[in-house]
């Protein structure tokens, strides 16, 4: 069974019909990349998955959870899904460290002691424990997102959602963060990302999705998808990006 | 006519000052208090509750804080409540400061970049979590300098409780410039008390504005 299931989603934003019936079934270990212009809906149809935008109608599961369109309670859905955001997010009153911490003490019921043992984990994986008690403003762009990164898999999320985690960097920091990711796809993580960085899709996407106007275009392998894009539209999309 | 000699005046002002301050505590942490409990319910996701707060402060804003005195104090005495100017004084300052605070507060809570609470709710944190432990915490450092600012407001505002016969600085003052028949010097002495009790406050204002800028650049 696949871990995570999209079926038949929709989304309303007022009159605007922002994700026309979605349907995608995304494996253990697979890593998705989302593509597609702006205003497709990629973003919309991320955020649905851990419940940051609520449905009009369908059902996502991941892992047995399910979230249904009125549903209000998110808490065990996102309990297996993290979230990594393009602006990283991370919370500025706290240092590097109490960032990761927060919610394992807060939500898991974790000791201080345990759940400081657990930050210098991840914080280590993504090569920044030695920053643990700086501040987020004191960190770069590429530093901040690293932080954002290690502060999803603290909680072991079953999927990882990336939402453009490398527009808002300067280009010279982009590759330290893609370099993160990368390392958790070799380790098995299961992602699925919006992303503009073609190459990086290409690269170790499993799959991706191209989305136009609300729904899921086309899909498949980087190689069919980026080699021999069936439709017009995607041919159109990547000849434009210059790919 | 009685004559008083210029130390049982000052002495009486001191006295007036003392209940002005009282008054002037009581409604800021009271005030506080139900802020905080109308700012959760401005900022609730039930609409039943917005919509309450939202009129509980759109109400005590646009109405003059005398005839909410008036209100309270000839309201309960309708209701074969006899109040005393005491508590009179104190419950309509109270819901008064709580409307103001809490409308300050909202801003502040509002300041507060939407990632934050999106950041907060992807860790699977409720939204209470998401408000103690991420938004209320950085919501408080825009919140220090107008509250303080506001708590000037209410030293102020405590001069209208004089009309019910609460013998603060303003009715003390009154009272004195009738027995004297030196109005201008008494009320001279008056505006100086309350400029004692407020200066400070501005002053205090205007340094932790100052020293949370240089936190926050750093």
Known sequence: ?243 | MIEFSIWTILQYLAQGLGWTLCLSLLAFVLGGAVGGGILLARIATYPLLRVFARGYIEFFQGTPLLMQLFMVFFGLSLLGRDVSPWVAAGFSLTLYSAAFLAEIWRGCVEAVDRGQWEAAASLAMSRWEQLRHVILPQALRHAVTPTVGFSVQIVKGTAVTSIIGMTELTKTGSILANATLQPFTIFGMVGLGYFLLCYPLSRLAHYLERKLNVLAAH
């Open chain 1, 1 to 243: 069974m696949s871990l995570l299931r999209i079926d038949s989603v929709h989304k309303h934003f007022g009159s605007h019909h922002v994700l026309k019936g979605v349907d995608l079934k995304v494996e253990a270990g697979e890593v998705v990349a989302i593509i597609g212009r702006s205003g497709s809906g990629k973003s919309t149809l991320l955020r649905s998955i851990n419940g940051l935008e609520t449905l009009s109608d369908g059902l996502i599961e991941v892992d047995g959870e399910r979230l249904h369109a009125g549903q209000t309670d998110m808490r065990a859905l996102r309990l297996k899904v993290g979230m990594v955001f393009q602006q990283f997010n991370l919370f500025p009153h706290l240092s590097v460290v109490e960032n990761v911490m927060l919610a394992l003490g807060v939500v898991k019921k974790m000791a201080r002691s345990q759940a400081r043992e657990c930050a210098h984990a991840v914080l280590d994986k993504v090569g920044l424990s030695h920053k643990l008690d700086a501040r987020p403003g004191q960190l770069s762009g590429g530093q901040q997102q690293r932080v954002a990164i290690a502060r999803a898999l603290a909680m072991s999320p079953k999927v990882l959602l990336c939402d453009e985690i490398t527009s808002a960097l300067d280009p010279e920091l982009v590759s330290e963060v893609l370099a993160v990711v990368r390392q958790l796809a070799g380790e098995g993580m299961t992602l699925v990302m919006v992303t503009h960085e073609m190459r990086f899709a290409r690269e170790v996407g499993d799959k991706v999705v191209f989305m136009h106007e609300g729904r899921i275009h086309e899909q498949g392998t980087p190689e069919q998808m980026f080699g021999a894009p069936r439709s017009r539209e995607l041919a159109a999309f990547i000849g434009a990006l210059g790919g």
